[in-house]
């Protein structure tokens, strides 16, 4: 039973910037890099995206937002400093980092990250959120707020943006 | 530290119908209420969603449903009188109305909805579903049901339904 | 009260390959056919959407990956024995199979297989990625793995792939 993850492998790495056009319709991609500060940190990151959103000719259609790891997940809440905190404490409630993790254990495990629950953890947020554009800028209610959620910091985390539409 | 939640603002609010053409290729965009009756209560929207997306003449496309409520999820699951309050229990285990959340602490937040439990409850569902078009008709499978979670009601709530494709 | 759940019916079942096209943009849906052994099972399905990918003329769009069932999940997570491990006891811990549910109870429930605990962790996981195409290539991180999680096994799970794009 091997203790290594399997790799995903590409035939060519991702540029940084890729776009097709078809017609009127238009779509781009593009890396974007947050670099984070603490090991679990949440990030609202709605002014970029909807910044990013509007350089484009792009009326109708939609944005999608992927993090590029495993452990660090994108999710919608509201930004206020009193709810970070109660969603930090709650994520560490439903995943004990303590808890005795195969994938912390070095007899079944080559992972010297010792992150379980980071993995866990991302698992109830979801590593995607894809918004739709209307009128030319981002669709979100007024407390809605997109917000990346470092889960195994600090690092430097990759996201990418693609935009798509008429 | 501010008590207060960061406000998303567009240039222009969201338009209740807005659509683009390009070539064969349609994208369109509308805006749903949803009038709710209970503190928690679950809503099946599969019925409006197929309606609705039978209204456009696009055989292969996206159907995006988005809430724009942070305390108002959507989600797929069976609808049945009994799981429905299999969900409702389960979603008050995971998270406890009354624990010592900061967001319902009027020292560090300015809400006063106390919905802290609101909040958390969403992050396990999510707050948007992107289903498949295929056949001019939504794809889901024989027990799936579109279903809106008001986690914080009775309220009326406004939902974005956008179709795209060909 | 019902102890029966809605059934969902479209006009005409989906059709196992469907496409479109306007332009210069692709859409194409299809169905596939996965094979679990186990109750709770976790499955790789990353290469078998890599390699489907390319095999569309797709430089840049998305691949949104459907299942069509309630008790099978999809999500993003890495791939290694260990963390597979917690993932499943993770789940077993979240969601006790044996605890009183309403959906297991003859008395309110016409369904048979006593999988309430298959409904709420498939709740927690999601139904659906949608992922990035650039390049012609699936956009994933180094330790990214699409994942089919069984919840309610062993079965034929039927998902729906569908690419478009330019």
């Known amino acids: ?9 590409r035939e060519t790495p991702v540029a940084n910037v890729a776009s097709a056009r078809a017609g009127g319709f ?3 991609g593009e890396t974007f890099v947050v670099q984070t500060d603490q090991r679990i940190e949440l990030v609202d990151l709605t002014s970029r995206i909807m910044d990013h959103v509007r350089r484009f000719d792009i009326r109708e259609g939609l944005v999608s937002l992927w993090s590029m790891h495993t452990t660090c997940a994108l999710f919608i809440n509201e930004f ?13 409630q439903m995943v004990g980092r303590d808890a005795e ?15 379980a629950d980071s993995h ?25 707020r997109v ?12 996201l990418r943006v693609q935009v798509m539409g008429v």
Chains 1, 2, 3 share one sequence.
Do not use: Y
């Open 1 to 9: 039973m091997s203790k290594s993850s399997t790799v995903t492998v």
């Open 26 to 28: 238009t779509i781009q």
């Open 80 to 92: 206020q400093t009193a709810l970070l905190s109660d969603i930090k404490r709650f994520l560490e």
């Open 101 to 115: 993790w195969m994938h912390n254990n070095p007899e079944h495990s080559d992972c010297d990250r010792m992150n």
């Open 120 to 144: 866990l953890r991302a698992l109830l947020l979801g590593h995607s959120v894809t918004l739709q554009i209307s009128g030319g800028e981002v669709v979100l209610g007024q407390w809605q």
């Open 147 to 158: 917000l990346l959620a470092e889960l195994d910091g600090p690092r430097a985390r990759t």
